[in-house]
């Protein structure tokens, strides 16, 4: 059972930055597949960004290359995700999941508002 916790939403103007967290339990954190998505207001889920556990390769969505960066720290089995650069499509709430094996955990989610 892997829970997950997410922090550092909030309202920030276009072109601002937030750097969202996200809190995982378990021992073996290190070889988790972390991700982030976001779901906007009359939109599906859509994939963000994600760093792998064991060689800490990144991939990102289009819509955010060279704007976001994932990253994560293991002694404190977080996983961050810095956003800069934010445009009101950004507009979503972000959800933390991690991958283990077959499986996938999420995170209740936090609200990201980008104002024009």
């Known amino acids: 059972q892997v829970q997950l916790v997410e922090s550092g939403g909030g309202l920030v103007q276009a072109g601002g930055s937030l750097r969202l967290s996200c809190a995982a339990s378990?021992?073996?954190?290190?070889?988790?597949?972390m991700s982030w998505s976001r779901q906007a207001p009359g939109k599906e889920r859509e994939f963000v960004a994600q760093i792998t556990g064991s060689s800490g390769n990144t991939l990102y969505a289009d819509s955010v290359k060279g704007r976001f960066t994932i990253s994560k720290d293991n002694a404190k089995n977080t996983v961050y995700l810095q956003m800069n650069s934010l445009k009101p499509e950004d507009t979503a709430v972000y959800y933390c999941?991690?991958?283990?094996?077959?499986?996938?955990?999420w995170g209740q989610g936090t609200q990201v508002t980008v104002s024009s």
């Open positions: 378990g021992r073996t954190f290190s070889t988790y597949i």
């Open positions: 999941v991690a991958g283990l094996s077959e499986y996938e955990y």
